[in-house]
C-alpha cells in the first residue's frame, strides 16, 4: 500500500501542476531511504523542466529535458503538492520547488520509499524487469493464458507478482478474483482461456473503478492534495472476513495465500 490506483491517482493530480515547469531548488533533509537519495540529485535536477509524469507500475517518472525522477511510494510514503508549505514534520524528507509556487514535499515515515535519478529511466533495473501492465491493450485473456501455463503457483501470487503484472496489489487481487468467481487458491497453471478472459476483465474493471474513486485509504494514504480515497466502500471481500457475501450471504472466508491474508467466498468462488 499504496498500490496501482493510488499511485496513478497521485500522478492524475499532480500532472496538471508539474508538467511544463521548472525545478527551482531541491531540498534533501533526509536521504535514507529504501535506496538512499543521491548526494548529487539537487545538481541533476536544478533547473530542468518536468516534460511528462508517467507511470510505471507504482513508480512515479517525472521526465525531464535530461533524465528522469523515479519516486516510489512504499507502504507509507506520501507526495503533496502545497503553495504555503506546513511546519517541517520528523518524515519530511526531500522537497521539490517549481517556477510556478508549488511545492512537491516527500515524506515517508517508514522510509521503504524511493527518490532516485536515472539517465534511462526503462533501462533502470527497478523498472526494467516489471511486468505487464494489467489496463494496457496488451494485457489480454489470451496473454494470461500463455503466461501461466505450467505455473504451479496459487494463481493470486501469480497475478501479485510484478515480474508477470504490475500493481495489482493484495486489495485488488482480492477483489478481482471475487469478481472472476475463482478461488484465489487455484494453481495459475490450472487457469482455463476463459477463467482468464472473465480475470483478465475483472482485474481493468477493478482497477478503473478504484483509481475514479481515488484509490482505497486504510491507514496513510492520501492523494497528492491530501484527499482520501473512496474505493474501500465498494469492497466485496478485502477485510471483510467473517461478514456476509454481499452476492449470496455465505460467510467470507480467511486464509493466507503467498504469505498475504486473503480473503473469498466459498460459495461464489471456485
Given at each position: 500500500?499504496?498500490?496501482?490506483?493510488?499511485?496513478?491517482?497521485?500522478r492524475?493530480?499532480?500532472?496538471?501542476?508539474?508538467?511544463?515547469?521548472?525545478?527551482?531548488r531541491v531540498?534533501?533533509?533526509?536521504?535514507?531511504?529504501?535506496?538512499?537519495?543521491?548526494?548529487?540529485?539537487p545538481?541533476?535536477?536544478a533547473?530542468?523542466t518536468?516534460?511528462r509524469?508517467?507511470?510505471?507500475?507504482?513508480?512515479?517518472?517525472?521526465?525531464?529535458e535530461?533524465?528522469?525522477?523515479l519516486?516510489?511510494?512504499?507502504?507509507?510514503?506520501?507526495?503533496?503538492?502545497f503553495?504555503?508549505?506546513?511546519?517541517?514534520?520528523?518524515?519530511?524528507?526531500?522537497?521539490?520547488?517549481?517556477?510556478?509556487?508549488?511545492?512537491?514535499?516527500f515524506n515517508?515515515?517508514?522510509?521503504?520509499?524511493?527518490?532516485?535519478?536515472a539517465?534511462?529511466?526503462?533501462?533502470?533495473?527497478?523498472?526494467?524487469?516489471?511486468g505487464?501492465?494489467?489496463?494496457?491493450?496488451?494485457?489480454?485473456?489470451?496473454?494470461?493464458?500463455?503466461?501461466?501455463?505450467?505455473?504451479?503457483v496459487?494463481?493470486?501470487?501469480?497475478?501479485?507478482?510484478?515480474h508477470?503484472?504490475?500493481?495489482?496489489g493484495?486489495?485488488?487481487?482480492?477483489?478481482a478474483?471475487?469478481r472472476?468467481?475463482?478461488?484465489?487458491?487455484?494453481?495459475?497453471?490450472?487457469?482455463?482461456r476463459?477463467?482468464?478472459?472473465?480475470?483478465?476483465?475483472?482485474?481493468?474493471?477493478?482497477?478503473t473503478?478504484?483509481?475514479?474513486?481515488g484509490?482505497s485509504?486504510?491507514?496513510?494514504?492520501v492523494?497528492?492534495?491530501?484527499?482520501p480515497g473512496?474505493?474501500?466502500?465498494?469492497?466485496?471481500?478485502?477485510?471483510?472476513?467473517?461478514?456476509?457475501?454481499?452476492?449470496?450471504?455465505?460467510?467470507?472466508?480467511?486464509s493466507?495465500?503467498?504469505?498475504?491474508a486473503?480473503?473469498?467466498?466459498?460459495?461464489?468462488?471456485?
Amino acid at each position: 500500500m499504496p498500490e496501482l490506483p493510488e499511485v496513478e491517482t497521485v500522478r492524475r493530480g499532480l500532472a496538471p501542476i508539474c508538467i511544463g515547469q521548472r525545478v527551482q531548488r531541491v531540498i534533501v533533509r533526509d536521504g535514507r531511504l529504501r535506496w538512499p537519495v543521491p548526494a548529487d540529485l539537487p545538481t541533476q535536477l536544478a533547473a530542468q523542466t518536468i516534460q511528462r509524469l508517467e507511470r510505471r507500475g507504482k513508480y512515479l517518472l517525472f521526465q525531464l529535458e535530461r533524465g528522469t525522477l523515479l519516486v516510489h511510494l512504499g507502504m507509507t510514503g506520501k507526495l503533496r503538492c502545497f503553495t504555503t508549505p506546513p511546519v517541517l514534520t520528523k518524515h519530511d524528507h526531500l522537497d521539490l520547488q517549481l517556477t510556478n509556487g508549488s511545492l512537491l514535499r516527500f515524506n515517508d515515515p517508514r522510509r521503504f520509499g524511493a527518490v532516485l535519478y536515472a539517465s534511462e529511466p526503462y533501462k533502470h533495473p527497478l523498472i526494467a524487469a516489471l511486468g505487464i501492465e494489467p489496463l494496457s491493450d496488451d494485457f489480454t485473456g489470451a496473454y494470461l493464458h500463455q503466461l501461466t501455463r505450467n505455473r504451479r503457483v496459487p494463481l493470486k501470487v501469480f497475478i501479485m507478482d510484478a515480474h508477470q503484472v504490475v500493481g495489482v496489489g493484495n486489495i485488488y487481487a482480492n477483489e478481482a478474483l471475487f469478481r472472476a468467481g475463482i478461488r484465489p487458491q487455484l494453481l495459475a497453471g490450472k487457469l482455463s482461456r476463459p477463467r482468464a478472459e472473465t480475470l483478465v476483465a475483472a482485474i481493468k474493471a477493478v482497477l478503473t473503478e478504484a483509481i475514479a474513486a481515488g484509490g482505497s485509504t486504510l491507514r496513510d494514504y492520501v492523494d497528492g492534495f491530501g484527499q482520501p480515497g473512496w474505493f474501500q466502500l465498494n469492497y466485496f471481500v478485502y477485510g471483510r472476513a467473517g461478514e456476509a457475501c454481499r452476492v449470496c450471504g455465505t460467510a467470507i472466508q480467511l486464509s493466507r495465500t503467498g504469505g498475504r491474508a486473503t480473503t473469498w467466498c466459498p460459495r461464489c468462488q471456485k
